[in-house]
């Protein structure tokens, strides 16, 4: 069993930056590929980011809408993936996920494993 806790999230004024965690427990982290999602009521899940395991060197990949303004990273020592979204407008607002999966594929949902319960993001104009 693996447990993410997702922390960070908040109000934020547009054009601002947040960095979002995601710490997980109960599985060996660094074998895991870790992936961002977010979702707004009335809309479906929406990949943001991922982050390979170990044996592939942590390679990133992006959703569209928001390469070039969001980076995902983690730290295997803390059993910790942060998402530093950036230069944030009303329409990000969201609750973001994390997720872990052991053979995923980055974007496709469906792929992961477990899933944190999520951290509410609120851009205000």
């Known amino acids: 069993q693996v447990r993410l806790v997702e922390s960070g999230g908040g109000s934020v004024q547009a054009g601002g930056s947040l960095r979002l965690s995601c710490e997980a427990s109960g599985g060996t982290f660094s074998t895991y590929s870790m992936g961002w999602f977010r979702r707004t009521p009335g809309k479906e899940r929406e990949f943001l980011a991922s982050?390979?395991?170990?044996?592939?060197?942590?390679?990133?990949y992006y959703g569209d809408s928001v390469k070039g303004r969001f980076t995902i990273s983690r730290d295997n020592a803390k059993s910790t993936v942060y998402l530093e979204i950036n230069s944030l407008n009303p329409e990000d607002t969201a609750r973001y996920y994390c997720?872990?999966?052991?053979?995923?594929?980055?974007?496709?949902?469906?792929?992961?494993?477990?899933w944190g319960q999520g951290t509410q993001v609120t851009v205000s104009s």
């Open positions: 982050i390979g395991w170990i044996g592939v060197g942590g390679r990133t």
């Open positions: 997720a872990a999966g052991r053979f995923a594929t980055p974007e496709q949902a469906r792929d992961y494993e477990y």
